[in-house]
Structures are given as C-alpha cells and as structure tokens.
C-alpha cells in the first residue's frame, strides 16, 4: 500500500528557534499533503493543505507566518515553525492521497518538544 | 459551525461486540472516515461511507445516515489489541482530503 514517512520522528528544540519537518510520499505521487497537529489526549486538528506549486491553504486560526508549508516537488512537503514556543509542542502528522482518492494515508507523526 | 461528536471512553470485555457512535454537523459532506490509532502512533484507516448504509470489512463494520447525520463503527469479537483511540473524520469536501476529526473514542478491551 502507500507509504508516507515523516522526518524526524521526533525533536526537541529551544524556544525562539525554528524546526522543518518533513513529510513525503515514498511510492506515490501527492499534489495535496494535509498538515494536522495532535495535542496530548485531543484529537487531530488540521492545520494546513500544501498543494504542489502553489500557496498552502491554512485553516482559520492558523498562522501562516508562524507554520510555513512548502511543496515543492510531488513527493515532498515540509512544515517549517517558526520561532517556537513551548506551546507549539505537539505531535504534527501529515497525510496524502493515496490512489483510491478517499483514503488518506498518513505519516507516523513528529513529535516536537521546545524547551 | 462544524461538530462531530463521539463518546469520550468506552470500555468492553474480549469477544464482545462494541458499537461506537458518532454524530456530525457539517456545512460541507463527502464521506464519513473511521481512523484507529495507538498511542503516540499515526492513524491507521478502517472505513470510509459516503453513501446510507452498512459497509462490513471482517470484524469491522461502519454504518452512515446522511438525513441524520450519524455513523457508528461496529467491532465484533474484540480482541485485547483492539484498545485503541477510535476516531470519526469527515471530509467536508472543498478539497478532498481535508478531515474534520471528532475528539476520539478511547476503548478499553478487558480479559
């Protein structure tokens, strides 16, 4: 089946510095990823759709400044958070289509951690 | 505003049978998802409904009203691996793929 993988897996990083994490697609092709983060105990909420050649679409609240989406090649997405904050710990996971265009597939997740 | 609602816990003991129920408000609708997912693990798939109906895959069926806006997810001899965060997902449709997910259903499976 598809197979998306996310990296790192998970980091800790000092508040006021930035972390890329990235998410591809490893056997398909994905002009669409979707961006969720995951609080403990809490459900995904999502953040982002990064499309391929074009501008991410950011759900309300989400700061576009803050999370920067890249999607510059059709197996590639990377989600950059700006200058973090301890409350930007969470677990981010992302998910493409795969070829049934209903089934998402997602990535195992990054776990951050600022400091 | 947009709502999907699902029971918080829910607990059940090794071969029963276990029906977890979800009701959505939505202002968009193109197919209801039932996620399975493990502490500190991604989401794995179980289902998908976009038509009224029952749609059985083994030990796993998923039931969809559209006019009432309700789903639920049927797990038949549970097994102890099946504790786990059950989550309700609709895709609004916009775009295909963006998931509206409910706050997750923790099942507990006893011996």
């Known amino acids: 089946g598809a197979v998306v993988s996310q990296h790192p897996s998970w980091v800790i990083c000092k508040s006021g510095t930035s972390v890329k994490i990235e998410c591809r697609s490893l056997?398909?092709?994905?002009?669409?990823m979707f961006w969720y983060r995951q609080f403990p105990k809490q459900s995904l909420m999502l953040m982002a759709t990064?499309?391929?050649?074009?501008?991410?679409?950011?759900e309300q609240g989400v700061e576009k400044d803050k999370f920067l989406i890249n999607h510059a090649s059709l197996t590639l997405s990377t989600l950059t958070v700006t200058s973090a904050h301890p409350e930007d710990s969470s677990f981010y996971i992302c998910?493409?289509?795969?070829?049934?265009?209903?089934?998402?597939?997602f990535g195992p997740g990054t776990r951050l951690t600022v400091t | 505003g947009q709502n999907i609602d699902q029971p918080t816990e829910m607990t059940a003991t090794e071969g029963a049978i276990v029906q977890i129920n979800c009701t959505y408000q939505?202002?968009?609708?193109?197919?209801l998802f039932w996620y399975q997912q493990h502490a500190g693990e991604a989401p794995t798939f179980l289902s998908y409904?976009?038509?009224?109906g029952l749609e059985e895959k083994g030990r796993f069926s998923s039931f969809l009203s559209r006019s009432k806006g309700y789903s639920y997810l049927l797990l038949k001899e549970l097994q102890m691996k099946d504790s786990a965060s059950y989550l309700c997902?609709?895709?609004?449709?916009?775009?295909?793929?963006?998931?509206?997910f409910g706050r997750g259903t923790q099942l507990t499976v006893w011996p």
């Open positions: 998910s493409a289509p795969g070829p049934l265009s209903y089934e998402q597939y």
């Open positions: 056997d398909f092709q994905a002009t669409t």
């Open positions: 990064s499309n391929e050649g074009s501008k991410a679409t950011y």
């Open positions: 939505t202002s968009g609708f193109n197919g």
């Open positions: 409904n976009v038509l009224d």
């Open positions: 997902a609709v895709d609004r449709g916009s775009t295909l793929g963006r998931l509206y």
